[in-house]
């Protein structure tokens, strides 16, 4: 059955580093997102992609991250330049259309120092 | 912003039988997901239910939701071992954007 998959599981960065957090969605989908869940919390929307563009971001998904499709299967979550509090679990996702099922990647468990 | 929101239980059961649990909104929607979380690993697709919709089935799960309650309701019929994680509704919002919110989830320990 088609997943989605995550690279790497873990990445530990030291504050103020870039990252990039990696996805290959299941193929066929058109739809993308990423989201995070710091520990205890609810998991939390920040952006989703269509089309190869941006259509909706939060207000946690700031200036200092980015997303971006680089070819016909990746998908990918950058972080400038990382701070302590966005040290979390990033899901990323997947959609076959707009309202469908939103189906996760396992996570990148990112630990910021 | 609308948010998912289980009722705030931890639930312990014993191997074979069932499980409920609830989920309440604030706003209209188009969609309500639920998903199944293992300790500290990735979030499992359950079942989607869509705002025309009053029951939904698969396998061993059972969703319902009333939209004039503005709530829904999952049930794990004849619980095992393996169906101990945790448990999240997710809403998508009628009218625009495609951004599930999360409720807290609930805690299921199903004992053997």
């Given at each position: 059955e088609p997943e989605v998959t995550q690279t790497p599981s873990h990445q530990v960065t030291q504050m103020g580093q870039e990252v990039i957090l990696r996805c290959v969605p299941i193929s066929n989908h058109l739809y993308f997102y990423w989201y995070r869940q710091i520990?205890?919390?609810?998991?939390?929307?920040?952006?989703?992609?269509?089309?190869?563009?941006?259509?909706?971001?939060s207000e946690i998904f700031d200036d200092q991250f980015s997303v971006e499709r680089p070819d016909g299967s990746n998908f990918t979550l950058k972080i400038r330049s990382t701070k302590l509090e966005d040290s979390a679990m990033y899901f990323c996702a997947s959609s076959w259309k707009r309202d469908y099922e939103q189906y996760f990647g396992p996570g990148t468990r990112l630990t910021v120092t | 912003s609308q948010q998912?929101?289980?009722?705030?239980?931890?639930?312990s059961i014993q191997e074979g039988e069932n499980a409920t649990m609830n989920c309440s909104y604030k706003t209209s929607i188009n969609n309500l997901?639920?998903?199944?979380?293992?300790?500290?690993?990735?979030?499992?697709?359950?079942?989607?239910?869509?705002?025309?919709e009053r029951e939904k089935h698969s396998g061993r799960l059972r969703v319902t939701l009333d939209t004039s309650k503005k709530s829904s309701s999952l049930l794990i019929t004849a619980s095992r071992a393996a169906d101990?994680?945790?448990y999240f509704c997710a809403t998508v919002p009628q009218g625009g954007n495609n951004r599930l919110a999360f409720g807290k989830g609930n805690q299921v320990v199903v004992i053997p």
């Open positions: 520990l205890g919390q609810k998991v939390e929307f920040l952006v989703s992609f269509y089309n190869n563009e941006i259509s909706e971001k | 998912g929101e289980e009722d705030p239980q931890a639930l997901q639920w998903y199944r979380q293992n300790s500290g690993r990735g979030l499992v697709h359950l079942i989607l239910i869509r705002s025309n101990t994680a945790s």
